[in-house]
């Protein structure tokens, strides 16, 4: 993809970001028709699907050629990641968005023959755009995010992760992730993993750890990080499968390593 096109979807995206958060903006207190997928707390709304709904057929429309990949079922099946494919979370947060009415966001990245070109993540509520295109550096609304610094001592690092991984669970020994969680200086859970990877970029917290995502959940934070240094990777530190469901390790490199090396390859079953 060169500059030009990369250019021009990226202001189509952005407008239509724009428009999707707008409208719920508009709709937020209106009452919720809520359904639930896997289980009893994996919650959907009308909102996530008129959302992807939305961005969708603008795509479809715009850019005939073009893939989706996206959690509500307006995407397309797809088994590789050829041509350009945008990865779509049209609310990430569903749970905040349900009962918080905030901490949610819009999450669109756009990948060309499996590189990550844009990245989009939309704070709705707070109206704060995190964008990257490839090359080109990562934003917060205007303003150019810098470098993360790779000088962090690890016991003033905070390290975003969700309790799963210190209840017993088929994954890691927990008594690992239970030092870890003592041997930084805090530990935060935000319930939108979109958010968690724009903070990341934004240097306020130095690691997200997840036992599971879909793309649609990092795809977008993927080039984003990217952007200002940080890295990311399964937990065991493998390249991403940009189509299936993964653990997921970001964050500034210099922490990252000390977290893989010294605690999840320890704590691994
Ligand atoms: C969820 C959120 C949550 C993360 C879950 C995701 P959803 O996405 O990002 O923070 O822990 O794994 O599924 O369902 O709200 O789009
Ligand atoms: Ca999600
Ligand atoms: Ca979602």
Same mark, same amino acid.
């Given at each position: 993809?060169?500059?030009?096109?990369?250019?021009?979807?990226?202001?189509?995206?952005?407008?239509?970001?724009?428009?999707?958060?707008?409208?719920?903006?508009?709709?937020?207190?209106?009452?919720?028709? @809520?359904?639930?997928?896997?289980?009893?707390?994996?919650?959907?709304?009308?909102?996530?699907?008129?959302?992807?709904?939305?961005?969708?057929?603008?795509?479809?429309?715009?850019?005939?050629?073009?893939?989706?990949?996206?959690?509500?079922?307006?995407?397309?099946?797809?088994?590789?990641?050829?041509?350009?494919?945008?990865?779509?979370?049209?609310?990430?947060?569903?749970?905040?968005?349900?009962?918080?009415?905030?901490?949610?966001?819009?999450?669109?990245?756009?990948?060309?023959?499996?590189?990550?070109?844009?990245?989009?993540?939309?704070?709705?509520?707070?109206?704060?755009?995190?964008?990257?295109?490839?090359?080109?550096?990562?934003?917060?609304?205007?303003?150019?995010?810098?470098?993360?610094?790779?000088? @962090?001592?690890?016991?003033?690092?905070?390290?975003?992760?969700?309790?799963?991984?210190?209840?017993?669970?088929?994954?890691?020994?927990?008594?690992?992730?239970?030092?870890?969680?003592?041997?930084?200086?805090?530990?935060?859970?935000? +319930?939108?993993?979109?958010?968690?990877?724009?903070?990341?970029?934004?240097?306020?917290?130095?690691?997200?750890?997840?036992?599971?995502?879909?793309?649609?959940?990092?795809?977008?934070?993927?080039?984003?990080?990217?952007?200002? +240094? +940080?890295?990311?990777?399964?937990?065991?530190?493998?390249?991403?499968?940009?189509?299936?469901?993964?653990?997921?390790?970001? +964050?500034?490199?210099?922490?990252?390593?000390?977290?893989?090396?010294?605690? @999840?390859?320890?704590?691994?079953?």
């Amino acid at each position: 993809m060169n500059k030009a096109q990369r250019d021009m979807i990226f202001s189509q995206a952005t407008k239509w970001i724009y428009e999707a958060g707008e409208q719920i903006r508009k709709q937020i207190h209106n009452p919720l028709t @809520i359904d639930t997928k896997s289980n009893a707390n994996d919650l959907v709304t009308e909102m996530d699907r008129s959302t992807e709904a939305f961005l969708a057929n603008n795509i479809k429309s715009t850019f005939t050629d073009h893939f989706i990949l996206s959690e509500e079922g307006y995407g397309d099946q797809l088994d590789s990641m050829n041509g350009i494919v945008w990865i779509i979370d049209p609310i990430d947060g569903t749970m905040n968005f349900v009962h918080q009415k905030r901490n949610f966001a819009i999450s669109i990245g756009i990948f060309n023959n499996g590189i990550g070109e844009i990245g989009l993540i939309y704070n709705v509520m707070e109206d704060v755009l995190y964008s990257a295109k490839r090359g080109e550096g990562a934003y917060k609304n205007n303003k150019k995010l810098p470098q993360l610094h790779h000088d @962090i001592l690890f016991q003033e690092a905070i390290v975003s992760m969700n309790h799963f991984w210190l209840c017993e669970n088929r994954l890691v020994d927990e008594k690992w992730m239970q030092k870890l969680v003592k041997d930084v200086r805090g530990s935060r859970t935000y +319930g939108s993993a979109a958010l968690e990877f724009a903070f990341v970029a934004e240097g306020i917290i130095d690691s997200y750890l997840t036992l599971s995502l879909s793309p649609w959940d990092y795809a977008a934070g993927m080039v984003i990080i990217n952007e200002v +240094g +940080g890295v990311t990777t399964t937990i065991d530190g493998d390249p991403l499968d940009m189509l299936s469901k993964t653990s997921v390790a970001s +964050g500034n490199p210099c922490i990252q390593e000390k977290i893989i090396a010294n605690y @999840i390859k320890k704590a691994r079953k």
